[in-house]
Nanobody
Framework: VQLVESGGGLVQPGGSLRLSCVASGFTFSSYTMGWYRQAPGNQRELVGTISRLGITNYADSVKGRFTISRDNAKNTVYLQMNSLRPEDTAVYHC????????WGQGTQVTVSS
């Protein structure tokens, strides 16, 4: 089982980024996928989830700005981030649960002018 995130980087406030998480080693289409983030000195927090049927849920802090989607043919889950703020700076991870939690290594997002 492997989860590999990509797409992070440095962006100015108000900008956008799209993160990707490519999954392998399991039946991706059967599982809810989650995006989480961890800022320095903070606990890891939920950004949002997408069910196997495409139903999404978001943390209040990102509602209306972030969108999670999935492409089951590509075994990939996406996190589209718009109107980025400095407080969105964090390492972003994808996760799923299959008996236990599986995490990707994360991708750094830095929002700064």
């Amino acid at each position: 089982v492997q989860l590999v995130e990509s797409g992070g980087g440095l962006v100015q406030p108000g900008g956008s980024l799209r993160l990707s998480c490519v999954a392998s080693g399991f039946t991706f289409s059967s599982y809810t996928m989650g995006w989480y983030r961890q800022a320095p000195g903070n606990q890891r927090e939920l950004v949002g989830t997408i069910s196997r049927l495409g139903i999404t849920n978001y943390a209040d802090s990102v509602k209306g700005r972030f969108t999670i989607s999935r492409d089951n043919a590509k075994n990939t889950v996406y996190l589209q981030m718009n109107s980025l703020r400095p407080e969105d700076t964090a390492v972003y991870h994808c996760k799923f649960v299959w008996g236990r939690e599986y995490w990707g290594q994360g991708t750094q997002v830095t929002v700064s002018s």
